[in-house]
T-cell receptor
Framework: EPEVTQTPSHQVTQMGQEVILRCVPISNHLYFYWYRQILGQKVEFLVSFYNNEISEKSEIFDDQFSVERPDGSNFTLKIRSTKLEDSAMYFC??????????????FGSGTQLSVL | QKEVEQNSGPLSVPEGAIASLNCTYSDRGSQSFFWYRQYSGKSPELIMSIYSNGDKEDGRFTAQLNKASQYVSLLIRDSQPSDSATYLCAVNDNYGQNFVFGPGTRLSVLP
């Protein structure tokens, strides 16, 4: 069964450093997302991406964050100048795309980011 | 601000019993509703989706939706210890691509 792939599974970085989290969405999906989950808290929406541009973003997704689809398969989340509070599990997700009813989200296994 | 509320639990039920999980949402424009299961340290996994008022059954799972009351529930029949997980309710307004998640209800099925 097709799945969303995320790398790395764990990322440790020093405060102030930049990190890039990588995702390969399911191949025929058109919508891509990043969510994060701080330990013990709820899954929070960061950004959605469609047709090579951001379609929606939350208040969390400020200038520190950026997304990119550098080629036909990868979808990346860049966090500039990381802060301690950026420590969380980051999930990439994808969905088929517009087709009447909102499509279901398929999640990757996540990248656990630890900022020291 | 769109909100999705769930009792955090833990909800403990004996093996074989029915587990009932509830969710309320604030946005009356919400059109699509989803239940995800999340094991500790893992990603959310879709269990059920429901779009119209009433019940939708899939195996041991039944989702119930009441848009007038802004309420959606998940029933798990014949609960198994392997059902022990956090259950997340998610809501979408059918216009955006922002799926809003509730905080989740932790279910514990006791052998």
């Amino acid at each position: 069964e097709p799945e969303v792939t995320q790398t790395p599974s764990h990322q440790v970085t020093q405060m102030g450093q930049e990190v890039i989290l990588r995702c390969v969405p399911i191949s025929n999906h058109l919508y891509f997302y990043w969510y994060r989950q701080i330990l013990g808290q709820k899954v929070e929406f960061l950004v959605s991406f469609y047709n090579n541009e951001i379609s929606e973003k939350s208040e969390i997704f400020d200038d520190q964050f950026s997304v990119e689809r550098p080629d036909g398969s990868n979808f990346t989340l860049k966090i500039r100048s990381t802060k301690l509070e950026d420590s969380a599990m980051y999930f990439c997700a994808s969905s088929v795309g517009p087709g009447g009813l909102p499509e279901k989200l398929f999640f990757g296994s996540g990248t656990q980011l630890s900022v020291l | 601000q769109k909100e999705v509320e769930q009792n955090s639990g833990p909800l403990s039920v004996p093996e074989g019993a029915i587990a009932s999980l509830n969710c309320t949402y604030s946005d009356r424009g919400s059109q699509s509703f989803f239940w995800y299961r999340q094991y500790s340290g893992k990603s959310p996994e879709l269990i059920m989706s429901i779009y119209s008022n009433g019940d939708k059954e899939d195996g041991r799972f039944t989702a119930q939706l009441n848009k007038a009351s802004q309420y959606v529930s998940l029933l798990i029949r014949d609960s198994q210890p392997s059902d022990s997980a956090t259950y997340l309710c998610a809501v979408n307004d059918n216009y955006g691509q922002n799926f809003v998640f509730g905080p989740g209800t932790r279910l514990s099925v006791l052998p």
